[in-house]
Structures are given as structure tokens and as C-alpha cells.
């Protein structure tokens, strides 16, 4: 079994009030669960700006691959400096929960994540539980809300049915 590695690495400086009030209004943006989250999109972006520095002197075929990836999952990029440019609050925008509230399909950000974790957003079919799900643009227009089962229909069959089982009684 292969070991698990840390997808993040926590501030150098843990009491840098600039850092920390900006990382407030992130999380309260993007209705994050804590901070972990900024700290897991900061690695992404930081080993995506990696990638693109080895590939400056490299071949235009391997730079296609690697924007073709990065444009599959919305990050618009059609060259290295693109890639340098990109900021964790675009990582952090293809996000299922953020694309669930710009699709208008719930009102607030942090309704979006209970609805997710409570297993009532499907993309593509499929039941999606993680909130920080990255969406690639060809499942966008695939995400829909489960549909809600009334549960009045039941009461109403058990109702009969008891009422079935009085009139067996009686005519017993």
C-alpha cells in the first residue's frame, strides 16, 4: 500500500496579520471548512507554476499537454506566463461548491457545501460528496440537484394499509 503524503505545507510565518485576515476573506468567500483548504490550493497552484518552469525551454508539444490539462478544468491558460499568473482563487473557483453557487442552482455558499456533503448534488449521474471536487468544463453543464422524495406518498400507503388490516380484523 502506498503512503499517504501531506498535499500541503502550513505558513512559514503562523502570526502574519496580513496573511491571516486575507485567508479570512478566502475562506469566507469560498465557504471553506478551515484554512487547510487555501493551504491544499496554494500546493496545487504552486506544483502547476513548477511544471511550467521546467517546461520553459522544453518542446511546444509537452506545453500543449500541459495547458490542454489545465484548460480541462477551467483554468484558461494558452502560455507559460498564464500558468505563472494563476492565482489560488482561480483553483479555488473551479471548485464544486463555488460552481454550484454560480450556477444558481443554491442560494448561499454555505448551502452548496451542505448540500454536497449531505449527497444531494450529482455530476454526471454520479453522487458527488466532496465539496472541494475540482469540476473539469465538459461536466459543468452535467451537475443537477437530486430530486426530493416526498415522503407523504409512504404515510398515506401505510394509512391504507392499516385500514386494509382493520376491515381483514373485523371481518375475521
Do not use: C
Request: charged share 45%.
Amino acid at each position: 500500500m502506498k503512503r499517504k503524503h501531506k498535499t500541503y505545507s502550513r505558513p512559514r510565518r503562523p502570526f502574519d496579520k496580513a496573511r491571516i485576515e486575507e485567508e479570512a476573506e478566502i475562506k469566507k468567500d469560498f465557504g471553506l471548512k478551515n484554512k487547510k483548504e487555501i493551504w491544499k490550493a496554494e500546493a496545487k497552484i504552486k506544483s502547476m507554476r513548477e511544471k511550467a518552469k521546467k517546461l520553459i525551454s522544453a518542446e511546444e508539444k509537452d506545453k500543449k499537454l500541459l495547458f490542454d490539462q489545465l484548460n480541462k478544468i477551467g483554468l484558461n491558460v494558452n502560455s507559460i506566463a498564464d500558468v505563472l499568473g494563476l492565482d489560488r482563487r482561480d483553483y479555488l473557483g473551479r471548485r464544486l461548491q463555488t460552481v454550484i453557487l454560480n450556477k444558481n442552482l443554491v442560494t448561499t455558499i454555505k448551502s452548496a457545501r451542505q448540500m454536497i456533503t449531505h449527497k444531494k448534488v450529482m455530476v454526471d449521474e454520479k453522487i458527488v460528496n466532496k465539496p472541494s471536487f475540482i469540476v473539469p468544463v465538459e461536466l459543468e453543464k452535467k451537475i443537477t440537484i437530486k430530486a426530493v422524495k416526498k415522503k407523504v406518498k409512504k404515510v398515506e400507503e401505510k394509512k391504507e394499509e392499516v385500514v386494509k388490516e382493520t376491515e381483514e380484523a373485523k371481518d375475521e
